[in-house]
T-cell receptor, first 118, second 113 residues
Framework: AQTVTQSQPEMSVQEAETVTLSCTYD???????LFWYKQPPSRQMILVIR??????QNATENRFSVNFQKAAKSFSLKISDSQLGDAAMYFC???????????????FGKGTKLTVNP | EAQVTQNPRYLITVTGKKLTVTCSQN?????MSWYRQDPGLGLRQIYY???????DKGDVPEGYKVSRKEKRNFPLILESPSPNQTSLYFC????????????FGEGSWLTVV
C-alpha cells in the first residue's frame, strides 16, 4: 500500500519570504499523481498544485512550485513571496493511476501547519 | 458552478441516534467517496463508489454505510453513532480516470456525545 509522509508538523515563514514543505511517499507503481492541498481555517480543501509522475518537468502555479524527485520519491512544495493568506494546513496526497478497486482514492499525509508571520 | 454540496455542515447528536450526511455533486462524476479527518491523522477514506449501485469499503468503514442510487448523490449513514465518530467529514468526487482532479465538499463537522 502507498504511504505519504510529511515530516514537518509545523513550519513558519516571514511574510514575503520563501518556504519549502517536504513530502515523501512510498509506492511500487511507476505512474501516479501527486497533489498538494491547502486547508485554511475554514477547513475547505483547496487544490494548490498537481504533478503527473510521467512528467519530468516540475509543476508551477504562480507562487507555488514543486520539486518532484521521482527516484527519491520526494515531492516538496515551495511557496515564494509568502502572504498572510497562505497560512493554512497543507496536505500532500498521492493517487494511483490505476482504476481498479480502491486504488482511485487519495492517500494523504498527516499535514504541515504553516504559519506566516507579518 | 461545479460543486460538491454536503449537509448538514454542523451537527451535534447523541450516541445511537441514526443520522445521514448527504452529498450531492453537479459535475456528472462517476467516482464519489467519503473521507474523515482527525487531528494528526490526515484524511482517511471511509467508503467509495465507482458508479451507480457500485460501492466498496475504504480504509475506515466500520460504523458507516453508504448507498449510490443516483449518480449525483452519495449519502453517508451512521446507523448508531458513537463518540469515536466525532470528526470532520468530507465528500469528494471526480471522473473515473485518476488523473482527474478530485473535488471536495466544504466538510461536515459531526460531534457525537
Amino acid at each position: 500500500a502507498q504511504t505519504v509522509t510529511q515530516s514537518q508538523p509545523e513550519m513558519s515563514v516571514q511574510e514575503a519570504e520563501t518556504v519549502t514543505l517536504s513530502c515523501t511517499y512510498d509506492t511500487s507503481e511507476s505512474d501516479y499523481y501527486l497533489f498538494w492541498y491547502k486547508q485554511p481555517p475554514s477547513r475547505q480543501m483547496i487544490l494548490v498544485i498537481r504533478q503527473e509522475a510521467y512528467k519530468q518537468q516540475n509543476a508551477t502555479e504562480n507562487r507555488f512550485s514543486v520539486n518532484f524527485q521521482k527516484a527519491a520519491k520526494s515531492f516538496s512544495l515551495k511557496i515564494s513571496d509568502s502572504q498572510l493568506g497562505d497560512a493554512a494546513m497543507y496536505f500532500c496526497a498521492y493517487r494511483s493511476s490505476t482504476t481498479q478497486g480502491g486504488s482511485e482514492k487519495l492517500v494523504f499525509g498527516k499535514g504541515t501547519k504553516l504559519t506566516v508571520n507579518p | 458552478e461545479a460543486q460538491v454540496t454536503q449537509n448538514p455542515r454542523y451537527l451535534i447528536t447523541v450516541t445511537g441516534k441514526k443520522l445521514t450526511v448527504t452529498c450531492s455533486q453537479n459535475m456528472n462524476h462517476e467516482y464519489m467517496s467519503w473521507y474523515r479527518q482527525d487531528p494528526g491523522l490526515g484524511l482517511r477514506q471511509i467508503y467509495y463508489s465507482m458508479n451507480v449501485e457500485v460501492t466498496d469499503k475504504g480504509d475506515v468503514p466500520e460504523g458507516y454505510k453508504v448507498s449510490r442510487k443516483e449518480k449525483r448523490n452519495f449519502p453517508l449513514i451512521l446507523e448508531s453513532p458513537s463518540p469515536n465518530q466525532t470528526s470532520l467529514y468530507f465528500c469528494a468526487s471526480s471522473f473515473r480516470a485518476t488523473g482527474n482532479t478530485i473535488y471536495f465538499g466544504e466538510g461536515s463537522w459531526l460531534t457525537v456525545v
